[in-house]
Every structure is written in C-alpha cells, then in structure tokens.
C-alpha cells in the first residue's frame, strides 16, 4: 500500500519522524520523473516505534536502509530491527 502523496517531497504521516520523505515524483532534467515508491529519506528511522510508525513504514515495501550517519551517530540511535 502506498499512500497518497500529492507533491514530491511531501512528508510521511509518522508520529516518530517528521521529516520522513519519498523522494519519487520529481521531475528530471529529461523531462521524466523519479519513479514513486522507490526512493525514501529519513532523518531518524530508529524514532519510528510506535506501533502507527510500523505499520506505515513496513506497508512502504522498503527492503534496504542505506544509513549514512558516522558510528557514533548509529550507535547513540540504532535503527530498528524491521521483518523481512
């Protein structure tokens, strides 16, 4: 299930993360656009516990979690453990 989104860019409905964004939708220099449901960003994925936060994040479909913060970054706010 995807939601709704009716901008690129627009944020995801989290209680934990305010800044949790898709970025699909915005236009390319070709005249394309970023493929929807694909391309996530997040500032803090470790705050999505509650149980709203991991429904919406498990019905996003992400399989991979690219986290580019330093090790002490990771370790002060691991990412959660997500099934599958």
Known sequence: MQPDLFEPGA???FDGSD????????????????KRGVFWRAGAPGKL?????RRLFSSLGIRAILDLRSSGER???P????PG
């Open 11 to 13: 944020p995801l409905p």
């Open 19 to 34: 800044n949790f964004r898709e970025l699909g939708g915005y236009p390319v220099q070709d005249g394309r656009h970023v």
């Open 49 to 53: 516990v509650s149980p709203h936060d």
């Open 75 to 77: 370790l002060q706010l």
């Open 79 to 82: 990412d959660p453990a997500w």
